[in-house]
C-alpha cells in the first residue's frame, strides 16, 4: 500500500474548494490543499482513524511541506493500523492507501463509484 498525500487530503474536500482553487506553481498543490483541509477542520477523519492527540496536534501546528507530506503518510498508516482506510488499487499495480469512505466528499464518492463501473480491474478494500 502507498500513501498519496494530496489524494489522502483530497477526496475530503467538498467540490467548491476546487472551483475556488488558485493558478498554482508547480509543487504548490499539496499545501494548499493542506491548508484547505486544516480550515476545513476535518477533526472527524483524525478522529475516525484515531489518531493520537500528538499526531492531531502536530498536524495542526506544522508549516514545513516535506514535514506535513510525512505527518499525512504516518497518519494514513495509522489509519491502516486502526482499520479505518480505504485501499484503491488492482492486484498487479498496487494501492494507494485513502480515508474511510465515511470522511470522502460527495463529488469523490461519486467519482469512485464511476470509475469503478468504467475500470473492471479496479478494485476497493474497506478497512
Known amino acids: ?13 467538498p467540490e467548491d474548494v476546487y ?39 502536530a498536524i495542526r501546528a506544522t508549516r514545513n511541506h516535506d514535514e506535513r507530506a510525512a ?3 504516518l497518519l494514513t498508516a495509522h489509519g491502516v493500523l486502526a482499520g479505518r482506510f480505504v485501499a484503491l488499487g488492482e492486484p498487479d499495480g498496487g494501492w494507494i492507501t485513502l480515508p ?9 464518492q461519486d467519482a469512485l463509484a464511476a470509475a469503478l463501473r468504467r475500470l473492471p480491474r479496479l478494485q476497493l478494500v474497506t478497512g
Open 100 to 108: 474511510p469512505l465515511d470522511c470522502w466528499a460527495d463529488w469523490a
Open 1 to 13: 500500500m502507498e500513501a498519496f498525500p494530496n489524494a489522502y487530503l483530497g477526496v475530503c474536500l
Open 71 to 73: 505527518l499525512v503518510c
Open 19 to 57: 472551483t475556488a482553487q488558485p493558478p498554482l506553481r508547480r509543487g504548490r498543490k499539496f499545501d494548499w490543499l493542506y491548508d484547505r483541509w486544516l480550515a476545513a477542520e476535518h477533526a472527524e477523519l483524525l478522529e475516525r482513524v484515531g489518531s493520537p492527540s500528538g499526531l492531531t496536534a
